[in-house]
């Protein structure tokens, strides 16, 4: 197959959750910032601002091109919600450029707004309305996390913005957004979760992106972080306090205790069920989950006085970005294997009854 074909393939496989791969190396690069490592950090932001781009460029085709199957992923409740990695790529991306390019960082919040609110109130009011076969929370699975990952993201970036340029008007939507994230949070642990519980499980329904379970509360902590940055004079700051920073701690405690069970998950996946171990895009959705962590344990354990919870945030570092390299191998050897007639993970998901 010519080039042109392979990139036309891949674009009309595009999956919902691509971006994940941005979100993953942003993150990563933003924790190595932490441990003192530019070089790796300014490497990570080369790879993930080029991968943005070429993502971008690859949604506006095939939107253009293959409008159906966008629209047909969008209603599928399996899949649907990884167009919320788009929001956090836009968000994660310009969380880095703040420090040297704060225009940059407010141009790429302004992007993912609109993507946000399609995604609320035009995707998820279509799965709660639109025509079924059957309820969407029968296909709830990890991917519905990203939901709030893209949703904090927000209160992230805002928050970020305004501390470091001190303009004393975003404090509100911040805490606004984190608020709206925690509530999600809530909804959609105990949707999935007892979706796990009371339905049989097999190998490939036991997918990667059960690692955002972690992620979300990661991004919510890192979050609750940039929103008690703020002045303390703010009233929204002053009647909010204490119950960020409790609940913030609480978050933070909630994603250690999952971690374990979700190393459990992939060793009966690949142990016990001996599921091959091949190159799918939702694998970055696992290692964005320990970058994440990794950046806001940092983050936190400097905040409030932790030295033990910075500390695993340092060592945490260093796991995701091994994690990193695991994975770009396998997408480096998957691409190199010309596999474009192959039925893709997300399509074996959105086909799935």
């Given at each position: 197959m010519k080039a042109g074909q392979r990139i036309g393939a891949a674009v009309r496989k595009l999956p919902p959750g691509a971006f994940a791969f941005v979100m993953a190396t942003g993150i990563v690069a933003a924790a190595f910032s932490l441990v003192d490592q530019p070089a790796v950090t300014m490497t990570l932001l080369v790879v993930a601002v080029a991968g943005l781009v070429a993502l971008l460029a690859a949604l506006v085709?095939?939107?253009?091109?293959?409008?159906?199957?966008?629209?047909?992923?969008?209603?599928?409740?399996?899949?649907?919600?990884?167009?919320?990695?788009?929001?956090?790529?836009?968000?994660?991306?310009?969380?880095?450029?703040?420090?040297?390019?704060?225009?940059?960082?407010?141009?790429?919040?302004?992007?993912?707004?609109?993507?946000?609110?399609?995604?609320?109130?035009?995707?998820?009011?279509?799965?709660?309305?639109?025509?079924?076969?059957?309820?969407?929370?029968?296909?709830?699975?990890?991917?519905?996390?990203?939901?709030?990952?893209?949703?904090?993201?927000?209160?992230?970036?805002?928050?970020?913005?305004d501390h470091g340029l001190e303009w004393n008007l975003l404090g509100l939507i911040a805490v606004g957004m984190w608020s709206i994230g925690v509530i999600l949070y809530i909804v959609l642990t105990v949707i999935i979760t007892l979706r796990l519980l009371t339905t049989t499980q097999d190998a490939f329904g036991i997918r990667p992106t059960y690692w955002v379970y972690m992620g979300a509360t990661a991004i919510t902590v890192y979050a609750g972080w940039s929103i008690l940055s703020l002045l303390t004079d703010l009233p929204i700051m002053q009647a909010t306090h204490d119950f960020v920073s409790g609940f913030t701690f609480m978050l933070w405690a909630f994603g250690v205790w999952w971690t374990p069970l979700l190393v459990i998950f992939g060793l009966w996946r690949h142990a016990v069920k001996r599921y091959p171990v091949n190159y799918e895009s939702e694998l970055w959705s696992m290692v964005f989950p320990l970058g994440m962590f990794s950046v806001a344990s940092i983050h936190l354990g400097q905040l409030l006085g932790l030295p033990v919870v910075h500390d695993m945030g340092v060592i945490c570092t260093w796991i995701a970005g091994l994690a990193w390299i695991a994975v770009a191998i396998l997408m480096i050897r998957s691409a190199l294997r010309n596999r474009d007639q192959e039925q893709t993970t997300t399509e074996k998901i959105a086909a799935a009854r």
């Open positions: 085709w095939r939107i253009l091109r293959h409008w159906k199957l966008v629209y047909a992923d969008a209603r599928n409740p399996a899949i649907a919600f990884g167009y919320a990695t788009i929001v956090a790529a836009l968000n994660v991306v310009g969380a880095l450029f703040f420090s040297f390019a704060p225009l940059v960082t407010v141009v790429l919040l302004c992007l993912s707004a609109p993507f946000w609110l399609l995604l609320t109130y035009g995707i998820a009011a279509g799965l709660m309305l639109g025509p079924q076969e059957g309820p969407p929370a029968l296909k709830a699975n990890g991917s519905w996390f990203i939901w709030v990952v893209a949703t904090q993201s927000i209160s992230v970036v805002t928050g970020i913005i």
